[in-house]
């Protein structure tokens, strides 16, 4: 048994046909069987914020408002980042996505905007250290994978000028591939959901509580080794 510390790095992936180039990894068994690839994972964010109302410091008597409600979606962080692309114009279906452990919007046909969005970041126990539990099936001979997992997601924002927060949660998913066929083809789904996450930060400088969040990523399609 390998040591839950000790990686293997297994092949490579391109996009084939009409899928674009996510960060995928994958641990199984108590070891941590990670594969490295090129495919975009689809993200979708939903959480509420509850954002401190105005304290108006009195003396002896200090009242504050009741605290107002933000909804932090996948729209709203994807006009967060076009606002800091110099107010660049959001197209119609944008989509969220994460590539090598890089978030990226596209337009609804995958087109990728090519703004900076490196205010956004989103890591698992892969990359944070904390702990997971896997279970399922590798075959080495076929690459053939049927796993499913726990982890711990963090998500984290800062567009540095007094809107951050984080955002953690346990994260639950399905990590299954085909075999690898006669023309080195292979099919992938990998399906990750975090339920009822929770956290906290500032927006436009107020403390915030986070809850309820939702947060998934999924990518299925057709690979080819390389």
Do not use: C
Request: glycine letters at 10%; hydrophobic letters at 35%.
């Amino acid at each position: 048994m390998q040591n839950v510390n000790q990686f293997v790095t297994v092949a490579r992936w391109k996009i084939v046909a009409s899928v674009v180039p996510v960060l995928a990894w994958l641990a199984w068994g108590g070891s941590n069987l990670h594969a490295q690839s090129s495919f975009q994972l689809n993200v979708t964010v939903n959480a509420t914020a509850a954002i401190q109302g105005a304290d108006d410091g009195g003396d002896p008597i200090d009242t504050a408002k009741p605290p107002t409600t933000l909804k932090i979606t996948t729209a709203w962080l994807i006009q967060q980042i076009a606002t800091l692309n110099d107010n660049a114009p959001v197209p119609k279906g944008a989509l969220l996505k994460q590539t090598g452990g890089v978030f990226i919007v596209t337009d609804s046909k995958g087109n990728d905007q090519g703004w900076d969005a490196s205010s956004l970041t989103m890591d698992d126990s892969d990359n944070t250290g904390d702990p997971s539990i896997w279970q399922g099936q590798r075959n080495f001979e076929t690459s053939k994978y049927t796993t499913s997992y726990q982890s711990i997601l963090r998500l984290t924002y800062d567009d540095g000028n007094g809107t951050t927060f984080s955002i953690s949660g346990v994260e639950k998913g399905v990590y299954n591939s085909s075999s690898i066929d006669a023309d080195g083809n292979q099919t992938l789904t990998d399906t990750r959901t975090t339920s009822n996450g929770y956290g906290s930060g500032t927006i436009n400088g107020a403390t915030a509580i986070i809850s309820g969040a939702k947060i998934t990523a999924s990518f299925k399609g057709k690979l080819a080794t390389q």
